[in-house]
């Protein structure tokens, strides 16, 4: 499976569970692996890279970090527009 899948796969993952539950890095890791039969750190790998690409970011709240999609406020701030970067990297 290539990289592109994996991260439409994490992307996906996120987009459902947002606004439900608060998605730790490891949450994202285990059923992305478990749901593409992928291995963990290739997992990972494709998670960072959608870190790094602004698709996904770490949040902090609570004492324990979680990994989410950017609200519309952060990407505002930084002049990102979701839509464009999604379509931009093939994830819609």
Known sequence: ??????????YDYS??????KKLKEKD???EVSASSGEDKDVVKAAMRALINEGL?????????????IPGEEYLKEKGMDLDSLLKEKGLI
């Open 15 to 20: 987009l459902k569970m947002k606004g439900k």
């Open 1 to 10: 499976m290539e990289e592109r899948e994996i991260q439409k796969i994490i």
């Open 28 to 30: 994202i890791i285990k």
């Open 56 to 68: 996904l970011m770490y949040s902090y709240g609570g004492g324990a970090s979680s990994v989410e």
